[in-house]
């Protein structure tokens, strides 16, 4: 099958090249262009006359006037539907409605008609100008609306812009969001280029979101141009510089709550044959991430965006590009109560943890005997882009793209200087440090043709993909691998005890009989750990099996290098017959990496257009392949293999590896349905909605390496995921606007796991993943009375709630740590978390609620709660004896969350420079609530705290 596709690529080349010449301009990525002339009945050419394209769902508007031939030009313009208006002094008004659907241009001969009467006419939209015969779902967000909007997040604005106005995406933390029920099955094409790698901040840098012009959000089944990941495909529209005579820009900085501070600048300068847009900025934030604790501990980071995009026309065929990015951002990892305080190390003497011969507090005493400080884990990540490209215009309705690029993520994480200080119980047993790099490089070439009822387009993409993962880890937990037990069960953890030999007295071996026999609730010892276990400071013994050399315990270091080769040869059409639109396509995908496979995927779409009453029926049907997450995929696929996270993994409660040899993770397949309607009311409503049923054999999500921040992609024998999705979308009527985005997205997959680190068979069954959610819904609102005046923006976030993480529960089917069986005092034991870990759930016994430092209690004890006094403030927990992974799973407490922007665009109503100021409030309620509770994958989250902020801008 690769060799068939190599050959369809020459052959395509080989007829491109064929193809010599056309006075025509073309535009390249996932922009066209809109030109043409305009004149008068008898054919003179009217120079002045205005012409305006609009689309009123995503809020897009450009104006230009005719030059002295009568010509007039739109570049860049984002695929979709347009309504255009052409006026001059003397004629008639003239209206058409334009399609940009690809990179050949749109040419249009305008002849104006001589007015009837001198009155001034208004030409307005219809319903007709809100609906789009297009059998593929998605979402239109244009740079209007994303200048207005209040966005939670300041470090990760393109993933808030994402959530708050597509249906179907679920809210994580720190920029994460997971689209249509798949963890992160999402990519993006930014002018053409393809980026499937994890886009939230904790694991690359996203584009700056002042580089965008438009975004495409499709969210039903994917055309098949798109693939490796496509359960949401963001479609960028950079900004140019293309056409720009007058240069423009601004300048803004902003300061608000947290010490939050942002500056940036952009300009757009050019001619009628070259661009260039530049946009730079800077961030430095007292609140980078969103961290475990509601108040804000350790969370400084700061962020640097440089963007730049070149377009020059050489010829009138042919056009060439170049974009350029990098960004670098620093943070730290958000402290815990525990963690700032180190809590871990401040037990009673009575606690085994202390060290020998201490009396009193412990003090914050390590094993060493040294103090142990906060927790001081931090990141930076660097992320490089370039992406040249060539548009060449054969014919009229011929374009052909060639493009290549090369994208580069550095990701470093580093531990605290105190080894001990990243030990927190029950979230983080090991210290770990990582220097991992991604590299993306490839070439794609694609040749449209759109001619009468078609709109045609082939293409081909190559991926090599070199991944390079250094990992470094040891344990820090004293009670992680201990060598001895006491005679009650408990872990004896003298940091001068290395060997069974030393198990005296009272001490017993902590090996399977005696572990069995005695009850205790940690694992067996394991020799070869001991070679790692940081909290024994004695020589180790030689049955350790530690290398050759080493005669104390030390870090462990895992390097993993490989590459992945991707080939994707696709050809599609778009037909549109009267009121019928099809969507006809064939992908094939080939994928050589730690695994191979190839497919062939057809996509198939059908759109009927009702036009007496506005209505849009579709159906459509994908099949895709589902390609791993790249992110610590080495480790994933190969860490079974290497003994040493074998022994880690099998001292984890349900991490054990199923062999040393598990078969590194393989591209899954998925058939995914989806029925649609749309419906405009009038001119002033139009409502979008989507069915959604995904079936996937071989389904991603992510796990953690033993205990510690280290995640790497799971692998589970399927996942159904079916659900809705609704758009509703009122465009301007006397300055105000509105929208309304809402969905319903299951997560449901089965096991057993069938590849990655920990996978562990068990019995066949079905789980919620933690990122289902029955219900969410965004209600944006914008007002501005005046055309020269202030506006308001404002956000209504409303979420039902995430499946949450182990909280003790009430009883049921799942439930293991919850009441006594229904006993006389049906006590509820929640001893299995922290103090901090209860407050951070919101639990309560009666009217005692759990404090950073203490426990919820009753007149049991601490720790022990009657089951009619038990429950939680923020975390829903079944009703007693309910509970059910599938059906009935714990869930994050709902939360409707308000955030509001204010602005004016021209204070001093300057006609060249103008003078902004915004101000903006994000949670104006200070709703405390959280994202997530102990998630296998991120921990826990809370929202952001009330944020103010103050923006001034100059423009130019």
């Known amino acids: 099958m690769q060799r068939g596709l190599k050959i369809v690529f020459l052959l395509l080349v080989s007829f491109v090249s064929c193809w010599m010449a056309a006075p025509a301009r073309a535009q390249s990525g996932n922009a066209g262009t809109i030109q043409g002339t305009v004149k008068d009945p008898l054919g003179a050419s009217i120079p002045g006359a205005q012409v305006e394209i609009a689309n009123p769902v995503s809020a897009y508007r450009r104006t230009t006037t005719t030059d002295e031939n009568g010509s007039f030009q739109f570049p860049n313009v984002p695929f979709n539907p347009y309504h255009m208006v052409v006026k001059s002094s003397g004629f008639a008004a003239f209206t058409q409605d334009v399609d940009v659907r690809s990179g050949v241009p749109v040419v249009l001969a305008i002849a104006l008609k001589l007015a009837v009467t001198s009155t001034s006419v208004t030409v307005q939209e219809t319903g007709g100008d809100l609906i789009e015969v297009d059998p593929t779902f998605h979402t239109d967000v244009g740079r209007e609306l994303i200048d207005r909007m209040p966005l939670e997040s300041v470090s990760s604005s393109v993933s808030s812009v ?99 501070a942002n500056t940036g600048f952009d300009l757009a300068y050019g001619g009628k044959n070259w661009g260039n847009f530049v946009s730079v900025s800077g961030l430095n934030t007292g609140r980078f991430l969103d961290g475990p604790e509601f108040v804000v501990m350790h969370d400084k980071g700061n962020e640097e965006n440089l963007f730049d995009r070149v377009d020059y026309k050489i010829t009138k065929a042919d056009t060439i590009g170049l974009n350029f990015s990098y960004s670098r951002s620093w943070f730290q990892t958000p402290n815990s109560y525990d963690a700032e305080n180190a809590t871990a190390w401040t037990f009673l003497s009575a606690d085994p943890v202390c060290p020998p011969g201490q009396t009193g507090n412990c003090g914050g005493l390590g094993p060493n005997g040294l103090p142990v400080g906060p927790e001081d884990q931090r990141s930076k990540i660097g992320t490089f882009n370039i992406s040249p490209s060539w548009t060449r215009l054969i014919n009229s309705s011929t374009v052909f793209t060639l493009g290549a690029f090369v994208r580069r993520d550095q990701y470093n994480y580093y531990p605290s200087g105190d080894a001990f200080a990243d030990y927190t119980p029950d979230l983080q047993f090991e210290t770990v440090g990582q220097n991992r790099t991604l590299t993306n490089a490839g070439a794609r070439a694609s040749l449209s043709y759109v001619k009468g009822m078609h709109n045609f387009k082939a293409g081909v993409t190559f991926e090599h993909t070199f991944l390079t993962e250094n990992d470094r880890f040891g344990i820090a937990d004293p009670t992680g691998n201990v060598v001895c037990l006491n005679p009650d ?86 037909i549109t017959v009267h009121n019928w639109s099809f969507n006809l396509g064939i992908r094939g995908d080939i994928y050589n990496g730690l695994a191979s496979a190839a497919q062939a995927e057809p996509r198939l779409g059908i759109a009927y257009n009702i036009k007496p009453s506005n209505t849009v029926l579709r159906l459509s049907y994908a099949r895709t392949m589902e390609t791993p997450f790249n992110e610590n995929l080495i480790l994933a696929s190969t860490g079974c293999n290497n003994p040493v996270i074998f022994d880690l993994q099998e001292s984890v409660p349900g991490g054990m590896c199923i062999s040393g040899s598990i078969p590194p993770l393989s591209p899954g397949h998925r058939n995914e349905f989806h029925a649609g309607l749309q419906q405009a009311f009038g001119k002033f409503l139009v409502v979008n909605a989507e069915y959604i049923w995904k079936y996937t054999h071989k389904a991603f999500d992510f796990s953690v390496l033993g205990d510690t921040p280290i995640t790497y992609p799971i692998e589970w024998t399927s996942s159904k995921i079916p659900g809705y999705a609704i758009n509703a979308n009122m465009p301007n009527f006397h300055g105000l606007t509105a929208y309304v985005v809402m969905s319903s997205v299951a997560a449901r997959f089965f096991t057993p796991q069938v590849s990655g680190v920990g996978a562990t068979p068990g019995p066949v069954g079905v789980f919620r993943i933690d990122h289902d959610e029955k219900y969410n819904q965004t209600t944006h609102v914008q007002y501005q009375p005046w055309k020269r005046g202030p506006w308001l923006g404002f956000n209504w976030r409303y979420d039902s709630g995430m499946v949450a993480g182990p909280v003790p529960c009430l009883g049921g089917e799942d439930c293991a740590n919850g009441p006594d069986g229904g006993g006389p005092n049906n006590l509820v034991d929640v001893s299995g978390l922290s103090p901090d870990q209860q407050f951070q759930a919101g639990l309560f016994c009666g009217t005692v609620h759990a404090t950073p430092t203490a426990p919820i209690s009753s007149s049991f004890g601490a720790n022990l709660c009657p089951a009619s006094m038990y429950g939680s403030n923020l975390v829903k927990i079944p009703a007693p004896f309910t509970e059910n992974n599938d059906h009935n799973p714990p869930r994050i407490a709902s939360r409707s969350v308000f955030d509001i922007a204010m602005g004016e665009d021209n204070l001093f109503h300057g006609d060249r420079y103008k003078w902004s100021l915004r101000f903006g409030v994000i949670n104006l309620t200070n709703k405390v609530a959280l994202y997530n509770f102990l998630s296998t994958f991120s921990g826990t989250h809370y929202l952001t705290p009330r944020t103010e902020s103050a923006e001034l801008g100059f423009h130019f």
């Not at 959000?217 to 007058?246: C, F, H, M, N, W």
């Not at 049955?543 to 080493?550: A, I, T």
Request: net charge negative.
């Open 489 to 574: 069960g408990s872990p004896d953890t003298n940091p001068a005890i290395t060997s069974f030999a030393q198990c005296t007295g009272t001490l017993s071996p902590n090996n399977a009989a005696n572990n069995a026999a005695l009850g205790a609730t940690v694992a067996p010892f394991i020799p070869l750990l001991g070679c790692y276990d940081l909290t024994r400071t004695a020589p180790l013994p030689a049955s350790d099996g530690c290398p050759v050399g080493q005669t104390t315990s030390g870090l462990y270091h895992f390097y993993g290098h490989t590459d992945i080769k991707e080939t994707a040869l696709f050809i599609q059409d778009a």
């Open 162 to 260: 994402v959530t708050l106005t597509t249906p179907g995406v679920s809210a994580d933390s720190n920029g994460l969001f997971h689209g249509l029920g798949d963890h992160a099955s999402n990519s993006f094409s930014v002018d053409g280029q393809p980026i499937t790698d994890q886009q939230s901040k904790v694991f690359s840098n996203q584009i700056p979101e002042d580089s965008i012009q438009s975004l495409e959000v499709i969210t039903g089944a994917p055309p098949a141009e798109y693939g490796g990941k496509t359960s949401l495909i963001i479609d960028v529209t950079t900004r140019s510089g293309l056409g720009v005579t007058q240069p423009h820009g601004e300048l803004t900085g902003s300061y608000g709550s947290f010490g939050t």
